[in-house]
């Protein structure tokens, strides 16, 4: 595949592949096809009573309808059949023969012999589909590197240590960072837009990272979502400036600041970052602002 490198060299590598196994994934994920597979049995459940609700008038008709059934039909209104995911359903054709219905009232002669009509139905039986214990669990990484330059182990060190910098960070641009949709066609902006989210996530780990050690060796916490933690998320760092805010008015021509909001867990964290608090403390002194005390 195609590489560029750091200093703007592009050039063609090999892929290199390392599977790996882990037990816990393994169990979440096995916990939950559990979980789908329930929800997929009351939708099978409905299926089958409405697939034995029909009746056929010959053993063609009915295995048309299996071919439906079974999702090897052309589908409705454009879209393709639907398979199940996790139970294998089984169809079969049942002939039940019942006394036809005389055309005329009356008891029948009795030279006349009885006539039987013979319709037909589908009988389905699901099975749930069990998968091997080695199904669940794997992961594949990839990687342009040789095995000279980063063994396996290493290789699978660094990919585990990535939950402390960026990849948690890219559930968190879905919700609430909600970065809006972008329309982008050359390749050179698609991987600037790429690298400018990385750098963006890379800030929101460190900032994550030096509120939890300064409030570690400070044995000082911050209001959390359940309550004081010393471990909050950047989220929930951000979170807590929300209400802070800084009016700009003018009496008599004189421009004045105004902060509203500043609590001391704020400050706190504007040390664990490295903000200077004048940037609050300047604008706020006398400016009726709630009184704070700078924490140690």
Known sequence: MEVEYADGRLALEELRFLVVHASQLAQQAAVAYTAAQAN???????????VEARWFAGAADAEAAITDDEGRGQGRRGRKPRLWRYHALHYRVEAISSPKKRPRRGRPP??????????????????ALVPSEDVHGWTVLATTVWPAVCTDAEML????EQHRTVEPGFRWIKNPAAIS?????????IAALARLTVVGLLVYAVIQRQVRLYLRDHDRQIPGTKGP???????VVFALFTPVMLVHFAVDHTP????????DYHRIVCDAVGIDQAWYQGAATGQNSLPWTTPP
């Open 40 to 50: 997929e049995a009351e939708r099978v459940a409905e299926h089958i009573q409405r």
């Open 110 to 127: 009795k030279t006349e012999a009885p006539q039987v009509e013979v319709r037909y139905r589908l009988v389905v039986h699901a099975e």
């Open 157 to 160: 060190q660094a990919y585990q």
């Open 181 to 189: 949709p972008v329309w982008l066609e050359k390749p050179e902006r």
């Open 229 to 235: 933690t010393a471990t909050p998320t950047a989220a």
């Open 256 to 263: 004045n600041l105004q902060v509203h909001g500043v609590q």
